[in-house]
DNA sequence: CTATGGCACGGATT
DNA sequence: AATCCGTGCCATAG
């Protein structure tokens, strides 16, 4: 059946085979452009308000409305199974005739925030938990704090405080971590929580922010030290670590600082195009692959359209005609993109299972082609997919969509470990031939370059533990 | 003499 | 057709 479906779709004409190139190319957020274009200048182009698709809304928790298709898909494979459905991202209120303008990139970081946010907790919530998340999230001032009182909020929303407070719990820990926070002292408790995990932070940082936040704000360590009655280097060591380790205006201080991202095109912040999640904790959960439409609803031809064209007369039926033709040729071309994303991220899933899972060092190094070649489609095409466009990763890192693709990153990653854990300094032959050992053949020369990339200083300057100042200087120099 | 970085070439990518 | 990436060759620094 759905073969039968997308037969139809094929490209029939050069006009759609170009309108579909060019969209495939698109991210979500030029996409929303281009339908928003569309739309205001094709009146038989009609955006239906379903912000629910029953199918997507029994699979994927909360509202993942299916905006273009109006016959919703899932389709199921045998390896790891993936479920893909466009997903809607709303852009809060107001300001939606906004022409780009980016003269002014703190307000887009501004707008950014909530939306940002909200992607990376949403497959965690309940639906009911969403409307409350998306409430909040609208709430929040510039330093990225919550503008309203959780009992204000509370009330509003006929909720109990206490359903509030486990979402509030949820975006606290989402990425600028301690987003949603109520006071620059919670934001503070939020992210040292966090940090306690994975660092050993000094013993009296808690109860300073606890008890000591206003002597903190103004530095006033000897009335602190007493107060604490510990001595004043054990409060100037815990404040010096909050200073440098904390930042309790969530927003501020650009939060798509991407450390370790590997990719020197590194964007300040994503949007993703592709979120990938997992159903579930454990091993055995499954991948869901979600495809962003920028736009809540249902595109279609607006089917007055074509009742008026039976019942008006000749001249005026051919300018109606056209239109129609246009508004259906945009929907099919859009469709037809999102098929062949889907079937895109089909093949990239499947191949790079372990790398979704498993991080960096899984990366299987796959070309363009050989996809191409499994799709059966132009390599051109599946290199035109793959550009421009971000994917979430199940931990919330939003990369490019073409890291997937990176031949090296698998072999750097290994690199790191090996000069991590090094018990002296290697050199790039020495390396080169470890290397070789696990099974990456590479050049001497080359290890080099990755060093480079990695930012890695040469052995002669590289003495056991490598200081970030002198690595951070060297990749300045480069 | 060894370890690295610069330049240039060929194949892959876009 | 233009560009990027891995490599080999060679000059330079220590």
Known sequence: MLQAHYQALRPLTTAHLAQTMTLLSLTASELRQQIEAELSTNPALELVDERRCPACHRLLPGQG????????????????????????????????????????????????????????????????????????????DEDGLLAVSLIDAARYLHVLPSQLEKVQRILQHADPIGVCSGSPQEALLVQLEVLAETHT??????????????????????????????????????????????????????????????????????????????????????????????????????????????????????????????????????????????????QVVSLQRDFILKGEKYLRPATRAQIAQNLEVHESTVSRAVSNKAVQMPNGRIIPLASFFDRSLNVRTVLREIIDSEPYPFSDTELANLLAGQGFQVARRTVAKYRAMEGILPANLRNGRSSYSASQEHQRRL
């Open 65 to 140: 409305a299916c905006p273009i298709c109006s016959q919703p898909r899932h389709e199921t494979l045998d390896e790891p199974i993936v479920f893909i459905s466009p997903r809607d991202i709303s852009y809060g209120s107001g300001s939606t005739g906004d022409d780009e303008m980016p003269e002014d990139r703190f307000s887009s970081t501004v707008e950014e925030l909530p939306v940002y946010v909200f992607r990376q907790v949403a497959p965690d919530l309940a639906v009911e938990e969403r409307r409350l998340a998306a409430h909040l999230l609208t709430n929040l």
């Open 201 to 346: 932070i000094p013993s009296l940082a808690e109860r300073i922010i606890r008890e000591g936040m206003s002597l903190l704000s103004r530095r006033q360590y000897a009335e602190l030290a007493r107060q604490m009655r510990a001595p004043l280097g054990k409060v100037q060591e815990a404040a010096r670590f909050i200073s440098d380790n904390l930042n309790p205006y969530p927003a501020r201080s650009a939060w798509g600082e991407t450390r370790h991202s590997t990719q020197e095109t590194a964007r300040l912040y994503y949007q993703p195009d592709i979120i990938i999640s997992r159903t579930g904790p454990g091993s055995g959960s499954q991948l869901m692959v979600e495809i962003i439409m920028p736009l809540y609803g249902t595109l279609r031809v607006n089917p007055l359209y074509r009742q008026v064209l039976q019942e008006t007369d000749k001249e005026q039926k051919e300018a109606l005609r056209e239109d129609m033709d246009r508004a259906a040729l945009f929907v099919k071309c859009l469709q037809q993109r999102n098929h062949t994303i889907q079937r895109l991220m089909q």
